[in-house]
């Protein structure tokens, strides 16, 4: 990637003195008896923080955009927005305190790059996961805390194994669901999503509880560009976990809530993420295929097979997604929370909304995804069961 010299001193910069600062930052903190509080210790190394940001972002917003190419833009775009982010945590800005951001050249920037690029004028997901480039070994981060690279090591193999089940199942459109090749593709899936299972089973028992939540967790908070409030990254910020929801059918693009969701994440997607979430919208899902095809073709081997290992991956990502909440979502965020005096309560998500909004949405989710019984929300169990009852019985050999 080809870099102007001040976007390489800046990138210098975000991966050597800024990673020191925000470390030394939170051992400060974590020292402390109230970990929540930014305390008056440390006010050197913010301030150094925010004089050294602001130095190379005013230097880059006089340069201009150089048109170094989508990549080189959106990997300056992830540097402000961790800059951006780490002011926030750091209480130099707060969403809640003034109407418009103080960082001014850094917004200016920001809004510059993410329209350009068609993306949300902050940091996203990618910018720390999949288009995190390494060098010598080492990501980008915020801090060099083992839980953050713990943290951010599984997100990236948990996306990479949801964007590889997505992958397998795109295949089927082109073919229609009795080519012989679809067995091969939903076996691909299911494989992918035990994969997504063990990365989520790894992270749960490696991840240390207190520092992710005292000192990970806060790198991910709202906080505005310009006037407004860009909610936080999280590690759904991608098209694939959407692409598998809706070709599977357990999710539907007409449900106003489920499509709210995908409004709401369209800019926090890579513009090529945005293309095949749009595709995916307007497909008929294998469910809706299944059920029309099942009157002629049940007794048919082909869709006896394939109905069976459709089963299969929606019983896998019914799985991954209630180990997310019922795993992830509560031993992380929620339980922890509960120790947080009232006030600090609504302060905990990346999205913004208090947890008492944000878990019950979390949980119609993960109750769309593993088909429960529910009549509150359009979940396919019924219609799985009328898939199941197709089934036969395998013959008896011998
Ligand atoms: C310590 C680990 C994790 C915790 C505590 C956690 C927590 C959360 C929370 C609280 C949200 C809601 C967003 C918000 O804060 O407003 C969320 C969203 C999401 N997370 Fe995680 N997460 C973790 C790891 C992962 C991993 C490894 C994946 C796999 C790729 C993942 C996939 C998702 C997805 C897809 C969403 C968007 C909502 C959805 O479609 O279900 N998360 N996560």
Not at 93 to 121: E, I, K
Not at 210 to 230: A, E, N, Q, S, T
Request: hydrophobic share 40%; proline share 6%.
């Amino acid at each position: 990637m080809h870099m102007t010299p001040n976007a390489r001193a800046f990138d210098d910069w975000i991966r050597d003195r800024f990673v020191d600062i925000n470390s030394e930052l939170e051992e400060l903190y974590f020292a402390q008896a109230d970990r929540n509080v930014i305390p008056a210790e440390g006010e050197a190394l913010r301030q150094e923080l925010l004089e050294s940001g602001h130095v190379h972002v005013s230097r880059l917003l006089a340069e201009g955009n150089t048109d170094e190419g989508f990549e080189a833009a959106f990997d300056l775009l992830g540097n402000l927005g961790m800059f951006m982010a780490a002011c926030r945590r750091h209480g130099l800005s707060d969403p809640a305190q003034a109407q418009n951001s103080p960082l001014q050249a850094a917004s200016a920037l920001a809004l510059h790059l993410g329209a350009s690029l068609g993306v949300t004028p902050r940091f996203a997901t990618s910018h720390l996961t999949t288009h995190n480039p390494a060098r010598d070994g080492i990501y980008k981060r915020f801090t060099r805390l083992e839980a953050e690279r713990v943290f951010f090591d599984y997100n990236t193999r948990g996306i990479l194994a949801y964007k590889r089940a997505a992958d397998a199942l795109v295949r089927i459109l082109p073919m229609g669901i009795s080519h012989p090749a679809v067995l091969q593709l939903l076996d691909d899936t299911a494989a992918a999503l035990v994969d997504v299972q063990r990365s989520n089973e790894a992270l749960f028992a490696a991840l240390d509880v207190d520092r992710f939540f005292y000192c990970v967790r806060p790198y991910l908070k709202p906080y505005r560009v310009g006037p407004h409030v860009y909610r936080g990254a999280n590690a759904g910020d991608f098209a694939g976990i959407n692409e598998i929801d809706l070709l599977l059918g357990l999710c539907r693009a007409d449900h106003p809530e489920y499509s709210q969701l995908l409004v709401d994440k369209f800019l926090y997607m890579l513009p090529e993420d945005q293309q095949r979430l749009r595709d995916c919208m307007r497909r008929r899902s294998l469910l809706d295929a299944l059920l029309d095809a099942a009157p002629e073709a049940a007794d048919r081997p082909w869709f006896q097979a394939v109905v069976a290992r459709y089963l299969e991956v929606c019983a896998r990502h019914g799985e991954t997604a209630t180990q997310h909440h019922d795993q992830l979502v509560r031993r992380f965020i929620e339980l922890p929370a509960q120790t947080l005096p009232e006030d600090a309560q609504g302060d905990v998500t990346a999205s913004g909304p208090p947890l008492s909004v944000l878990l019950p949405a979390l949980e119609r989710l993960r109750d769309l995804r593993r088909a429960a019984p529910r009549d509150d929300i359009p979940t396919r169990h019924r219609e799985l069961a009328q898939l199941r009852a197709t089934l036969q019985p395998p013959a008896q050999v011998g």
